[in-house]
DNA sequence: ATGGTAGGTGGCCTA
């Protein structure tokens, strides 16, 4: 699926509003500063038109996001939790925002996570720790931290999922969960098997929890197994990151399965990663059927 | 076995 064929489906429907009642759009982008590159991201909702953008790394405080920027763009609902220089997350939307709630994942309030009801859905924005180079949890704290960090992921989403069925409400979890699951997610999977974001301590800790908390992982139903899907490529690879397609699947949609079943598509927005000054990050979009 | 790039910060840290 080239770029183009992958923006069509998705950008027709709600660019031009005939389907909008219809539908519930999401996406998720991991930005990497936000204020850097919020002309992007204005570009980006300009063309997609995404009902719902979850951000990760705004790498702001709360009251330094750009809120105005997308305001103007009609994204008049937000919420937002950042902080100084590192990680930080937001919501933005067409539709109302409420009941907003934050969860502070090992007792620590690092701004990575933000929750928000849209149109009777819960949404959720996570940035999971990258974790460091060193996949030895005793001698890289940062990667003890991850995988505690996932350990206590797994018990809280499964109550989070449980509560809001007693709810009557459906569940999206969006965000830079910083682990590709898959062998496919990955370049090269025997190569990454020993890389952080692809240790099987990390793989087999997502899928665990994922199916746990009896979510969907949205993205693989539309593009399945075995193609290769990525939405991260390093900065390090230089110019070179195109030529050779060295990417990783980092970021994720879930839904709850009754929302699965809605499911109409999926895109990877990845001319994003083309443009000048990039995030390392490309967009992810589920378009969804409203009841 | 290593270093490559990027962003925010304040005299290096995280990714």
Redesign the pocket.
Known sequence: MSADDERKPLATATMHGATHGDALTIATWNI??V??RQQQVAAFLDGWRPDVLCLQ?I??ATDAFPARTFRRLGYEHMAVWGR????GVAILSRLPLCNVQRHCFCGLEDARHIMAEVAGVEVHSLYV????DVPDAGRNP?FAHKLAFLDELRTWLARQVQQAASGGREVILTGDL?VAPLPDDVWDHRRLLRVITHTPMETERLETLRAEAGMVDVVRVRLPVPEKVFTWWS??A?DAWEQHDRGRRLDHVWSTPELAARLEDVAIARETRSWP?PSDHVPVLARFRRR
């Open positions: 990497n500063s204020r850097l790394e790498r702001c100084k220089g590192h990680a720790p990258a974790g460091g940062k910083n900065y390090r230089g000054r």
